[in-house]
């Protein structure tokens, strides 16, 4: 990643900070088994709809290689945010493997290949992926991210809201079908009295 401008001498100087990431890696022969076929839950048969063409090679705006560029700038607004803000994300669910609450421990995130806070649902997940990915298919997963120490207030009353504006990005990463807030769909089961904050 390069750095073009927004930065001098490890400071910010006020202007926007623009970064370039090179693609160098993609190969587009990589592509040819699906020139003619849609890929399910892509945004091929959307891009040829619209556009009157669909580019198959990979890499495209619809790529999954637009990720880099979110997780650079995550990187600059970690460092605006400061030490008070904690945003920590763990994988809960893979297919219709979930894990054990009780068991939840953040220090296990980074210890295994899931991302997963229960060190006892690895080697069942790693089982029940490798029966998936024998079969030729693939599965979903549910990531639950908690921000610890956000200040009341961010955001404002409606349009704009804090947790409209975490589901809007959410809903663009690709892939992505569906957020939840706090409770979520969960809380349509509540009564009034029930729901607490």
Known sequence: MKILSGVFEGQTTGTPISLMIENVDQRSKDYGNIAHAYRPGHADFTYDAKYGIRDYRGGGRSSARETAARVAAAAIARKVLGPEIVIRGALVQLGTQTIDRAAWDWDQVGENP?????????????EYLDGIRKDGSSCGAIIEVVASGVPAGWGTPLYEKLDSEIARAMMTINAVKGVEIGDGFATAALRGEEKRR
């Not at 899931?114 to 069942?124: L, Q, Y």
């Open 114 to 126: 899931f991302f997963c806070p229960d060190a006892g649902s690895v080697e069942r997940w790693t």
